[in-house]
């Protein structure tokens, strides 16, 4: 099954929230939104906490259609994993797979776990 969005900046915000949906639950990471007012480019800054809860670290993954210019640590990139729906000849939205989509917040996740677990 696929997920229709009206552009990659709405495709890209639903995979930050997705992402904070799923790691707000952790005790070690407190989790924000951030977006580009230039392109589609959505953050999810991430904070590590130490058992106290104090700041240790902190960790950036972004959801773009192009290289990062400002220093994320992972940039998940979406312009391969969609395809653009038209109608008639003109564009009308993107879609992706269910797999891709899943398959992003996976890689997103494990690159979180990993930086946390070299940090800990």
Same mark, same amino acid.
């Given at each position: 099954?696929?997920?229709?969005?009206?552009?990659?900046?709405?495709?890209?915000?639903?995979?930050?929230?997705?992402?904070?949906?799923?790691?707000?639950?952790?005790?070690?990471?407190?989790?924000?939104?951030?977006?580009?007012?230039?392109?589609?480019?959505?953050?999810?800054? =991430? !904070?590590? @906490?130490?058992? &106290?809860?104090?700041?240790?670290? +902190? *960790?950036?993954?972004?959801?773009?259609?192009?290289?990062?210019?400002?220093?994320?640590?992972?940039?998940?990139? =979406? !312009?391969? @994993?969609?395809? &653009?729906?038209?109608?008639?000849? +003109? *564009?009308?939205?993107?879609?992706?797979?269910?797999?891709?989509?899943?398959?992003?917040?996976?890689?997103?996740?494990?690159?979180?776990?990993?930086?946390?677990?070299?940090?800990?």
């Amino acid at each position: 099954m696929a997920k229709r969005f009206e552009n990659l900046p709405e495709l890209s915000a639903d995979l930050a929230f997705a992402l904070i949906e799923r790691l707000s639950a952790r005790d070690d990471l407190s989790v924000q939104f951030g977006a580009s007012n230039q392109s589609c480019s959505r953050y999810v800054n =991430i !904070d590590i @906490l130490d058992e &106290d809860g104090d700041y240790v670290e +902190e *960790f950036k993954v972004r959801f773009s259609d192009h290289d990062d210019r400002h220093g994320s640590d992972i940039t998940i990139r =979406i !312009d391969h @994993l969609v395809s &653009d729906i038209e109608e008639g000849s +003109e *564009f009308a939205a993107v879609e992706i797979g269910a797999e891709a989509y899943e398959a992003a917040l996976v890689e997103a996740i494990s690159a979180v776990d990993s930086f946390v677990a070299e940090n800990a």
